[in-house]
């Protein structure tokens, strides 16, 4: 896991090429964030929240189809990562 320093995935890749790539969840939620309107923001928060604060899987699958269907039409970069 890491907060996405420029350039740090690319060389991880090089030495460890079969390596799983994560960003901080908190990290990913402030950047997801940024790319959200004012208004949408506590909207979106919780929608995500949903998502990663799952106990399980299933709980997780339903927050992503939630998060998909209420948010995913307007900001679909957010959705996707």
Known sequence: MSDDPPGLEEALKKIFPEADW??????AVRDSLNQV???????V?????AV????TIAEAGK????????????????VER
């Open 22 to 27: 994560q960003l901080c969840v908190l990290h």
């Open 37 to 43: 309107r004012k208004s949408d923001r506590e909207g």
């Open 45 to 49: 928060a919780q929608a995500l929240k």
């Open 52 to 55: 990663y604060r799952a106990e």
């Open 63 to 78: 927050g992503l189809q939630n998060l998909q269907a209420t948010w995913g039409k307007k900001y679909p970069k957010v």
